[in-house]
Structures are given as C-alpha cells and as structure tokens.
C-alpha cells in the first residue's frame, strides 16, 4: 500500500500557531521532507537521522530550513526521523526548474512506493506561494494519496502583531507577489498585502513614500528576530527575505 504526501504548513514563526492536526502528523510520519534552497544541492538526497553528523551539509540545510526549525520546538522527536532533502533553488528558468521538480516527484514517489508516508514542511500555509505545490501536483497527477494542512498564513499573523483587521465590511483584500512589479496593482481598492518584497524593498518604498500609502511591515513575524515598522518611511530598504508589508487603503486605513 502507498504511503501519503502530505503538505503541512506550519505557520509564521511562532511554534505555538502550529494546529493540532499538523503536530500529529509530523509526529506520526515516516519521512520529512525538507525544502532546500542553497543550489550546492543538485538532486535529491533520503538520509537516515543517525547519518545526519552535525558536519554534514545535511545537517547545514536543516539549520537554514526554517520551517523544519519551527516544526522541531513544537516536535522534538522530528530530528529522529528520515529527511528527504529536496532542492528548491531559487531561479526564474523554468526548464530547469521543471527538470528538477520533476526529479524531487520521483524521489518522493521512490518512497512512497514503499508504504512511507512523508510530510513536506512549508513556512505559513501550503496553499500560498509554496514550494510544496511543485511536488504535491506532480505526485497527484500521477495518482499517489496526496493532502493538505493547513497553516496560518504569515498576512493574517502580521495582522495579529500589528493589532490589525485586514478587511472590515466590503473592504477587498489583494495578495500581491512584491518581486514582480506593483505599480499598478497598488491602486487596487482595498487592502494590499505585499509578499516576496526582499530585494525589491528599495523600490517598493519609493513607491509607498512617493504616494503618501499607509503601509506597515513585520519582518521575520513571530521568529526571535522579528521587527515591526509602522510607516513606509520606516521601512529599510536592506529588508530580509520574510517580509511581509500591509498597506491599507489610507492613513489611517480609512479610505481616502
């Protein structure tokens, strides 16, 4: 019998906001698969828990992996499971991109084959803007068990931090992927929650500021690290990678 793949995701940040339903699979799996985004990782690699010595480049992508750090506070008996490491380089071509999801699907099937089950780990919710997809659709296509968990997603956690509704009454909500160009989609009514910002921030800001928007961001939301910025002026340009800006659709979030 065919194991299951399932995408959990597992919040934020925080280990706390991580579902009941997320803590007991993960606990109950198999094997864990963990995305790894650093490209001296060419193709797939299956590793015991007693093979992962604290030197290994193994063991280094577990360190970097921040939502198998967050799954590991919430589940400590996580470190004694298998790892089905998974490149997920982050690259625009997608020829190879397809070659090596492709590749990560058939690794995962190898093992599902086998009557395991595997939990792929993913920050926020596996539904939005996640690598897990890339598996998870190729393995449904081909007819293996496939689910989902659902996690909270790092907008509605920002949200909390701030002390903030995103929608209230009619109000629209409008999920925008920063890397790609926003000029347009800024005039959207609404809230705009602006993701995937990081090396785009200098000109994200430019924008914000020039056009007076009341926009707010949490970097890093719920991790030890986080930071909070209140204004587009406030904003720094050198912003990490997990930032998330919300911006309403005036000061104040009332509507100009």
Not at 14 to 25: H, Q
Not at 90 to 116: N, P, T, Y
Request: glycine share 8%.
């Amino acid at each position: 019998m065919r194991g299951t793949f399932t995408g959990i995701g597992v919040g934020p940040g925080d280990p706390e906001l991580l579902t009941l339903k997320a803590v007991r699979l993960i606990r109950e799996c198999h094997v864990a698969a963990v995305p790894v985004s650093d490209p001296g990782l060419t193709g797939p690699v299956c590793e015991e828990a007693e093979r992962l010595s604290s030197d290994s480049s193994c063991a280094a992508y577990l360190e970097k992996c921040a939502a198998y750090q967050i799954a590991l506070r919430a589940v400590p008996e996580l470190a004694s499971k298998p790892k089905l490491f998974l490149p997920m380089p982050m690259i625009k071509d997608k020829a190879v991109l397809k070659e090596i999801h492709d590749r990560d699907a058939s690794a995962a099937a190898e093992l599902l084959d086998e009557g395991r089950n595997i939990v792929f780990l993913t920050l926020g919710d596996p539904t939005v803007y996640s690598t897990c997809m890339y598996v998870h659709k190729r393995l449904a296509r081909a007819g293996y068990p496939t689910a989902l968990v659902p996690g909270i997603p790092s907008f509605c956690a920002a949200a909390a931090r701030l002390d903030m509704p995103l929608a209230e009454n009619r109000e629209e909500i409008h999920i925008l992927p920063a890397s790609y160009g926003i000029e347009e989609s800024l005039r959207l009514p609404g809230t705009k929650i602006l993701m995937k910002a990081g090396r785009k921030m200098p000109e994200v800001k430019k924008i914000l500021v020039e056009r007076k928007m009341d926009a707010k961001m949490v970097q890093n939301c719920g991790m030890e690290d986080e930071q909070i910025f209140n204004s587009s002026e406030e904003i720094p340009e050198q912003a990490g990678y997990y930032s998330l800006l919300i911006v309403k659709e005036g000061k104040g979030g009332e509507k100009r």
